[in-house]
Structure formats: C-alpha cells, structure tokens
Nanobody, 114 residues
Framework: QVHLVESGGGLVQPGGSLRLSCAAS????????MAWHRQAPGKQRELVAY???????NYADSVKGRFTISRDNAKNTVDLQMNSLKPEDTAIYYC????????WGKGTLVTVSS
C-alpha cells in the first residue's frame, strides 16, 4: 500500500522560509513525476511545482524565483524549499507522486502571517 507523508508546514512570517518534505513508501514502480500542489481557502487546488524523473522542473508563475523543488530518487522523497513567503502562499500543500497512477498525500498546512 502506498503512503505519502508530508512534513514541514507551519506558521511563518511574511518574507520567511519553510521547507516541505514528502516521503513515499510502498511504491514498486518507477516514479515519473513528483509534484507539490496547494489549495487555499475558497480556491481550487493548483500546481505549485513538479519535477520529472530526469530532474526537469516546472513552476507556477506565482512562485518562480522563490520556491525550489528537488527529489531524491533513492529515497523516494520530494522537497519544496519556499523562500520569501507571502500571505497569498497560505494554503494546504499536497504532495503528488505519479507512477502512471497518481498518489496524493493528506496535505500540510502553511500559514504566512504576521
């Protein structure tokens, strides 16, 4: 059974940093894409960033230059380094792992507020 466990969320002041981590277990197939999505209150879930098996990355325009996604293929982990956080980054952040089948984590809350 596949399990995704996210960690690293919390409360941070504007301009601060957080690092989210997601560890996947129970996966027996190659992971194609690992990604982070987020859902703010009253809004639809949106893609924040993804990273392919070869290390290629893509970011939402709203986070370019501030967030960095990375993965460790040996450990089946994906991290999201978030810098220069803004109040509009407040959301529940979800990890996604795609092996041809998409698996979602339960989410971790990030609150950016003074």
């Amino acid at each position: 059974q596949v399990h995704l466990v996210e960690s690293g969320g919390g409360l941070v002041q504007p301009g601060g940093s957080l690092r989210l981590s997601c560890a996947a277990s129970g996966i027996h197939n190659s992971i194609r894409v690992m990604a982070w999505h987020r859902q703010a209150p009253g809004k639809q879930r949106e893609l924040v960033a993804y990273i392919g098996s070869g290390g290629e990355t893509n970011y939402a325009d709203s986070v370019k230059g501030r967030f960095t996604i990375s993965r460790d293929n040996a450990k089946n982990t994906v991290d999201l380094q978030m810098n220069s956080l803004k109040p509009e980054d407040t959301a529940i952040y979800y990890c996604l792992v795609n092996t041809g089948v998409a698996y979602w984590g339960k989410g971790t809350l990030v609150t950016v507020s003074s």
